[in-house]
């Protein structure tokens, strides 16, 4: 009966939404109402909120029809009877996913069950205030179907709470990492060239810019303007770190490809003094932008130098990451991987390695980025280079390597630190223009 009653609430918030002409809406709510029949633990919960959101869309409906019904003079009473019926039957199946009934019937992954429901609300919180605060149609859905954005929100956030199951445990979690990065990596160039080849639906309004993250600092400084990129990115290292550079970065998954190319396990001839050079690239970066800019380059020239300044990049991932297995455009040119990591200080993440560690340097052997050196187990935590990327905590037998907030547990440390990555995740491909 339980589940009934939640197929039947959702049914009549889609119905309101098609009333009201937001398809995308009913959509979402519709997909949310097939969710419950998977009988998980995280679909009870969502429902549970969901509901209990929708229980307060029929008051404020409510009392505003009731409202213009008194001032027109028309009767009133049935339809306040009406509304109120309408909002207990929604509320009671929003209590009924944390009943002890509805925790019965939501029986399968209960140890994922509040992991995957956050991912899942939180993904269609953040692209729902994305697609309401930005001017223009920021989803793709909403470009080519324009109103039926909230179809494409449960879709991602649905992706999004799938990839927290595969996630949930480190072994799964080093597995699925590089695929869902390299995703969007696709997504993200795919629609570049869509655009490019005439498709202007998948380009955002403004002037094309071309995809090398040492622009996102370099581009504001030529052009006298134009913050959105820099704001997105310090954001998002505030937020987990410089996870941005492992889980976030449209061309960090190339360097991820070309590293995992080479059989060989990361080399430990890497000289560890280079991850300091980006920073003196960045200086140089900034200043051949200022002078580009007080000079008159033109764009075109400016482009071109940008340009060589990708190429060699990649070229870099080519050769020497591929040879060396390890990511060393990551961690040895890219200007943003040395603003990530200092940046990154001043979020709460942090990896630590406990008292308890053996030094087998099992987690040193899967590093990519230079960060678990005999130097660096011996403090008790990685170095500078440290993305947070967590493939580390996989190898380590002993669970003595993980995510660490403060007062918090490596375990609960890393589901936090999942949720809002894989959040942002979803929300980068829901957004993935250029």
């Given at each position: ?176 990492r590089p695929r869902i990065w390299a995703l969007f990596s696709v997504v993200f160039f795919g629609q570049l ?35 959105f990129m820099p704001i997105l990115f310090t954001v998002s290292v505030l937020l987990v770190g410089p996870a ?191």
């Open positions: 009966m339980g589940i009934f009653l939640i197929t039947i609430s959702y049914l009549l918030l889609a119905a309101h939404a098609v009333r009201g002409g937001d398809w995308g809406l009913a959509v979402f709510m519709i997909g949310s109402a097939g969710l419950i029949f998977t009988r998980q633990r995280w679909a009870g919960l969502v429902s549970t909120v969901l509901l209990g959101c929708g229980s307060f869309l029929w008051i404020s409906k409510g009392a505003g029809l009731i409202s213009l019904r008194i001032n027109t003079g028309g009767d009133w009473v049935r339809l306040a009877v009406i509304m109120g019926l309408l909002f207990a039957l929604t509320l009671f199946s929003a209590t009924y996913g944390i009943s002890p009934a509805g925790r019965d019937k939501f029986f399968r992954d209960k140890e994922k069950g509040v992991f995957r429901a956050s991912i899942f609300l939180l993904t269609a919180l953040l692209l729902e205030i994305t697609r309401s605060k930005v001017s223009f149609p920021i989803l793709m859905v909403d470009r080519f179907f324009p109103g039926w954005g909230r179809a494409e929100i449960f879709l991602l956030a649905f992706y999004a709470s799938w990839i927290g199951g595969k996630m949930f445990t480190p072994d799964g979690a080093v597995k699925i060239a869509l655009g490019l080849a005439g498709a202007e639906q998948f380009l955002m309004t403004g002037k094309l810019h071309l995809p090398v993250p040492a622009l996102i600092a370099a581009g504001p400084v030529y052009r006298g303007g134009g913050f941005w550079c492992s889980h976030l970065c449209y061309i960090g998954a190339w360097d991820d490809l070309c590293s995992r190319m080479s059989k060989k396990r990361p080399a430990k001839k890497f000289p560890h003094a280079l991850i300091w050079m980006r920073l003196i690239l960045l200086f140089i970066v900034l200043a051949a932008a200022y002078i580009m800019n007080v000079s008159g380059l033109s764009g075109y020239a400016a482009v071109c130098w940008a340009a060589a300044f990708g190429v060699l990049g990649v070229l870099i991932m080519i050769y020497f990451s591929r040879k060396m297995g390890m990511m060393v455009h990551c961690t040895a040119f890219c200007p943003m991987g040395i603003v990530s990591n200092l940046l990154g200080r001043l979020s709460p993440w942090r990896m630590k390695i406990s008292p308890d560690c053996c030094s087998c340097f099992k987690c040193s052997q899967l590093c990519r980025y230079d960060a678990l050196r005999k130097v660096d187990i011996e403090a008790g935590r990685p170095g500078l280079s440290c993305t947070l990327c967590g493939d580390c905590i996989s190898s380590c037998a002993g669970s003595c390597i993980g995510y660490k907030l403060p007062y918090l547990s490596f375990s609960i440390s890393r589901k936090i630190f999942l949720v809002l990555v894989i959040s942002l995740h979803a929300l980068f491909i829901g957004v993935a223009r250029v």
